[in-house]
């Protein structure tokens, strides 16, 4: 086993995933202004540092991915916010890429950048304690996108990335994200994200990428927010099973998912019938952002002194989602 299959193994084993806190200033103030409170880096860190020295760290959350403001800061007790994750037995993580820009010659889609200076900045990052990445490539959903060529360079950038981050000795999170955004069904979604995903790994495989030493972020197969056609969680996890089998080589040691607009609860039941249906070797499990964070901020939006209460919201979403990775979530156990 190598070093970088044992850190994706602790991350995403024995029903442990990934709590996603990555977002970057813009996409955090509006979650803070959402819930009226102001954004700034002490309240960022509050908020966080709340999260990060909650119970549920132990056992439920194997990673944390950071933002480059989160991973130089000093908690509140004195430790790096670095050392206080690891404190728990969760890995430092971070996010890497610097964001979505227009992609020339297609009108409305978007590459990944952060390539330049990549490796000086990785460097970094490990010094201050991270072991695993992220990089999110982003994709349309419609008649016509994604593009072949929004397919063909963020895959690429993902390959280059995955191959930099190996080459300093941490794990890349590998997340094509095609959005919820839309009217199509979910076979189109199905064979969009089949797609996108075989043209990933053709890339990761050019790119000599070690793939036993890397966690695939998809999302999961569901029809576009505005389709009138609903499906059942069961047909959501058959589908979702079904393309990651045909898309994913199976030296891929696990899959964790993002939660890409769906609610704390679908995501928790979609992964958990996903899990209870799973007749592959992968690990599936989360990487969320929303579907862990969003209750637990919304109660500390309200007394901001109160941690206890935040953490115990907290905590409750993260052994949900827990459950959910070992398929044992049930409604019951949701509302006891
Ligand atoms: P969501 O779970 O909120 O989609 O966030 C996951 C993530 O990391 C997106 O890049």
């Known amino acids: ?82 050392e206080l994750i690891s404190s728990s037995g969760a890995i430092p993580g971070i996010k890497v890429d610097t964001g979505a820009k227009k992609l020339a010659n297609s009108a409305e889609e978007n590459i990944t950048e952060g390539l330049d200076g990549l490796r000086d900045r990785l460097k970094k990052y490990y010094e201050l304690g991270a072991r695993f990445t992220k990089w999110r490539g982003v994709y349309k959903i419609s008649k016509i996108y994604p593009s072949k060529l929004a397919i063909h360079t ?17 794990v ?15 076979d189109f979604c199905f064979n969009r994200t089949s797609e996108v995903l075989k043209k990933c790994f053709e890339e990761l495989i050019i790119h000599q990428i070690d793939l036993t030493g890397i966690i695939l972020k998809p999302n999961m197969i569901l029809p576009g927010n505005k389709s009138k056609n609903s499906i059942s969680i069961e047909e959501i996890s058959k589908k979702t099973i079904e393309c990651l089998k045909n898309s994913v080589p199976q030296e891929v040691p696990g899959i964790a998912f993002l939660s890409g607009g769906q609610s704390e609860i679908e995501a928790t039941e979609n992964l958990n019938m996903i899990n209870k249906n799973n007749d592959t070797n ?54 006891k």
């Open 1 to 82: 086993m190598t070093e970088l299959n044992q850190i994706a193994l602790k991350i995403i084993s024995k029903g442990k995933g990934i709590l996603a806190a990555d977002e970057s200033n813009g996409t955090m103030t509006k979650r803070l202004e959402s819930v009226n409170l102001t954004s700034n880096p002490e309240n960022r860190q509050f908020f966080r540092e709340t999260l990060f020295s909650s119970e549920c760290m132990k056992d439920c959350i194997g990673g944390v991915i950071l933002y480059d403001e989160t991973i130089n800061q000093t908690s509140s007790f004195g430790k790096s916010i670095p």
């Open 154 to 170: 963020n895959a690429h950038a993902l390959a280059r990335y995955a191959a930099l981050v190996q080459e300093n000795k941490m």
């Open 172 to 186: 890349p999170i590998i997340e094509p994200e095609l959005l919820m955004d839309g009217d199509h069904s979910a």
């Open 282 to 335: 992968f690990i599936m499990t989360y990487s969320y952002g929303r579907a862990l964070q969003q209750s637990a901020l919304k109660i500390w939006s309200k007394n901001t002194q109160d941690k206890d209460l935040t953490q115990k919201t907290f905590n409750h979403r993260a052994r949900m989602c827990s459950l959910a990775a070992q398929g044992k979530w049930s409604n019951e156990l949701e509302n």
